[in-house]
Antibody, heavy 120, light 109 residues
Framework: EVQVLESGGGLVQPGGSLRLSCAAS????????MSWVRQAPGKGLEWVSS????????YYADSVKGRFTISRDNSRNTLYLQMNSLRAEDTAVYYC?????????????WGQGTTVTVSS | NFMLTQPHSVSESPGKTVTISCTRS????????VQWYQQRPGSAPTTVIY?????RSGVPDRFSGSIDSSSNSASLTISGLKTEDEADYYC????????FGGGTKVTVL
């Protein structure tokens, strides 16, 4: 079964940093776009960032541009999200999602999410 | 960038049909594939429809998707409603950046 599994969430102070990881299994990871999507408590889904498959195209929501960096290690089948200068409004469950193809940013398979809490 | 607008909530009785709309604010609805995701309380989202009208494997054929260029909108229709369909539903598309609709809560009365 195709799976993605997030890790790395936790409690961090405002202005701090955190790196999320997403381990992928049972599909050809390098050939698929991957995305991060978050959901603040009681709110809807918010797209955060995407990374294309095979070519190094990255995209960011305006709310995180300049603070977050998406990357992938195809040799480890892992997607990352480096989050710097964290704010209270970044508090959310962060989901990793597999894209439908190399340049297709529709989401196909979702992880269970990892919780990030930004608070002093 | 464009927005996707969904109704906040819809409700219907078991066995009936509901349709959720997703209206694109600018640009053509046909210029980017539309996906639909289901999120039950306390769970991660799952994909129901991709590429406007394709059901993901394992999704019952009670779920169908479509787009309408005249209203610049996409729709998710759930027929033969079951209590297990009670969830939040999100539409999503992309055109450079990825955009989600605000979500629609479906209540099965």
């Amino acid at each position: 079964e195709v799976q993605v599994l997030e890790s790395g969430g936790g409690l961090v102070q405002p202005g701090g940093s955190l790196r999320l990881s997403c381990a992928a299994s049972r599909f050809s990871f390098s050939n698929y776009a991957m995305s991060w999507v978050r959901q603040a408590p009681g709110k809807g889904l918010e797209w955060v960032s995407s990374f294309s498959g095979s070519v190094s195209n990255t995209y960011y929501a305006d709310s995180v541009k300049g603070r977050f960096t998406i990357s992938r290690d195809n040799s480890r089948n892992t997607l990352y999200l480096q989050m710097n200068s964290l704010r209270a409004e970044d508090t959310a469950v962060y989901y990793c999602a597999k894209g439908l193809s190399r340049l297709h940013y529709g989401m196909d398979v979702w992880g269970q999410g990892t919780t990030v809490t930004v608070s002093s | 960038n464009f927005m996707l607008t969904q109704p906040h909530s819809v409700s219907e009785s078991p066995g009936k049909t509901v349709t959720i709309s997703c209206t694109r604010s600018s640009g053509s609805i046909a210029s980017g594939y539309v996906q639909w995701y289901q999120q039950r309380p306390g769970s991660a989202p799952t994909t129901v429809i991709y590429e406007n009208n394709q059901r993901r494997s394992g999704v019952p054929d009670r779920f169908s998707g479509s787009i309408d260029s005249s209203s610049n909108s996409a729709s998710l229709t759930i027929s033969g409603l079951k209590t297990e369909d009670e969830a939040d539903y999100y539409c999503q598309s992309y055109d450079g950046n990825v955009v989600f609709g605000g979500g629609t809560k479906v209540t099965v009365l």
